[in-house]
């Protein structure tokens, strides 16, 4: 469930600075929105959105699938700013 997913990234933000917005769009499932260090299920417009499937999600933020790789497979689309994304990497890391 995508509550559960956005709890989880809402602990690892504890403590640290997100500047910016990022979108997880997972389609059917729903969205997880970060902004103002805060994780969201509630849609709004973002800096940057990702689309990626639910599965895929939990590979990114497992360290199961490197960003850079899920964008040449597909598995993941990066539109907006990609700053912000970038920013997502070091945050997680």
């Known amino acids: 469930m995508l ?7 809402q602990k690892g933000l504890e403590g640290k ?4 917005s990022l ?3 997972c389609g059917e499932d729903g969205v ?3 902004a103002d ?3 969201s299920t ?8 990702i689309r990626i499937s639910k599965d895929n999600l939990t590979k990114l933020l497992t360290g199961k699938l490197n960003p850079m790789t899920g964008v040449a497979m597909g ?8 700053g ?7 945050l997680l890391g």
């Open 37 to 39: 260090n805060q994780a």
């Open 42 to 49: 509630q849609d709004k417009d973002a800096d940057c959105t």
């Open 75 to 82: 598995k993941l689309k990066i539109s907006g700013n990609m």
């Open 84 to 90: 912000v994304a970038m920013k997502l990497g070091q």
């Open 17 to 20: 600075d997100f500047d910016g």
């Open 32 to 34: 997880i929105v970060l």
């Open 3 to 9: 509550q559960d997913i956005a709890d989880d990234i």
């Open 23 to 25: 979108k997880f769009d």
